[in-house]
């Protein structure tokens, strides 16, 4: 006889627990692609889905932490590529209901955020040369 706790999910199940849970087909796409980046990485074949839960919670956490520092040193991902790739295998383990990763310890490796532009105000001259440019007729 099984007992309910006894009860493992299929790749199946755990994959559309993981895609049904998620608002828009866009992020349906890029969820499902980013997961298989870390299979990859991981060497675990296209559907088998339930082999990312074979590790214990310390073995996983330390490969999700190689991975982000793989992402950020050896593939020069920019910041927000690692963040959102870290979210989509937060959103798979906690969908899969996978207990033990100390997600916060995780998030302490990834890089800080670019910087991207620097940002300033508009002088005087700058708004009053946009005003003058613009289609509004002068009265």
Request: aromatic share 14%; proline share 3%; hydrophobic share 35%.
């Amino acid at each position: 006889m099984t007992l309910e706790n006894d009860y493992k999910l299929t790749a199946q199940e755990l994959y559309r627990r993981f895609i049904s849970s998620l608002p828009s087909e866009v992020t349906k796409e890029y969820y499902h692609r980013w997961l298989h980046y870390f299979m990859d990485w991981l060497q675990i074949d296209g559907e088998e889905y339930d082999r990312l839960l074979d590790y214990n919670p310390r073995m996983l956490q330390s490969k999700i932490i190689d991975y982000v520092i793989w992402m950020k040193d050896e593939k020069k991902l920019s910041s927000s590529s690692i963040k959102i790739r870290i979210a989509a295998l937060h959103h798979f383990y906690d969908m899969a209901e996978y207990e033990g990763l100390k997600w916060k310890i995780i998030e302490k490796f990834k890089p800080e955020s670019d910087i991207v532009a620097e940002d300033r105000p508009y002088t005087k001259e700058e708004i009053a040369k946009m005003l003058d440019n613009t289609l509004i007729s002068k009265r």
